[in-house]
């Protein structure tokens, strides 16, 4: 097997990279967070398990974003895991508006992060560490406890859309 070098005058683009990417499959994430102007949330595919001793998390947020900032300020998140017909909650915490959870059905868990309805899992966690990573922050989180409330098949996000089906034409 040959592999070609990349010289110093190749330049992964974000819109190249971002296309790259997109043929990773990854679930889907609500991370919440509660501060004294209320519940707070975004969308997030970068999810995964770190260490099983102790237990921790990690998800990728952008710093630049409005929601991180204030989770971040809190100390603690719950990672709400999406199920695949939630397409709304997805749509709802992708979005860039501020009112995400105006109209939105969630309630407060026992470790003060809100935690939205009928999700397949809940992880519950303080933050642990943060390191900056480009545009994004590297976030892990210590768990506090993990939910698991409902069986459903899970929200997959592959070449930029839910659901896996036949591969999208090159973009």
Do not use: Y
């Not at 994004?136 to 409330?149: A, F, S, Y």
């Not at 659901?163 to 090159?170: D, N, Q, S, Y």
């Amino acid at each position: 097997m040959t592999q070609q070098a990349q010289t110093s005058t190749d330049v992964v683009t974000p819109h190249a990279f971002r296309r790259a990417m997109s043929d990773f499959a990854t679930g889907v994430t609500v991370v919440t967070g509660l501060d004294d102007a209320g519940p707070v949330g975004f969308a997030c595919q970068s999810f995964a398990s770190v260490s099983l001793d102790p237990p921790l998390v990690m998800f990728c947020a952008d710093h630049r974003g409005r929601s991180w900032p204030r989770i971040r300020r809190t100390g603690r998140f719950c990672v709400n895991v999406l199920a695949g017909h939630q397409d709304e909650l997805c749509a709802r915490f992708g979005s860039s508006d501020g009112r995400k959870f105006d109209g939105a059905e969630w309630s407060c868990s026992r470790w003060s992060t809100p935690v939205l309805p009928d999700v397949l899992m809940r992880v519950h966690a303080d933050v642990h560490q943060v390191v900056a990573a480009g545009d994004h922050d590297i976030v892990v989180g210590r768990v506090l406890g993990v939910e698991r409330p409902a069986q459903h098949r899970p929200m997959i996000f592959f070449r930029g859309r839910f659901g896996i089906g036949e591969p999208a034409a090159e973009r």
